[in-house]
């Protein structure tokens, strides 16, 4: 499954305002990543959160999914995240967007 342009612009995002604007973006804070999500949604627009969200959606529910091989496939980020990890982030993606609503 081929992602969406917004899985890409969102990946590059993430990386480059990781450490830089969002020191805090790892702490088990249910809000850390609130702000990169915002910063996501203002720059490439609102219809690009749905169609994240949707991706995302139908990704988790794949148990055979490998989202640590899609991450280093697909991502514009070039730094190392677990497949833990990943499935984390794409869920408290979606856990946004529902607090949207």
Do not use: C
Not at 22 to 50: C, K, L, N, Q
Request: cysteine-free.
């Amino acid at each position: 499954m081929k992602p969406p342009q917004a899985f890409g612009d969102f990946t590059l995002q993430f990386h480059q305002d990781l450490d830089l604007v969002y020191p805090d973006w790892g702490s088990d804070s249910p809000t850390a990543r609130h702000d990169i999500y915002e910063s996501f949604r203002r720059r490439y627009g609102d219809e690009a959160v749905p169609e994240l969200n949707a991706f995302f959606d139908r990704l988790p529910s794949d148990e055979h999914a490998d989202l640590e091989d899609l991450w280093f496939k697909e991502s514009k980020a070039d730094w190392v995240i677990s497949s833990e990890g990943v499935r984390r982030l794409f869920e408290d993606f979606q856990a946004w967007v529902s607090s949207l609503r």
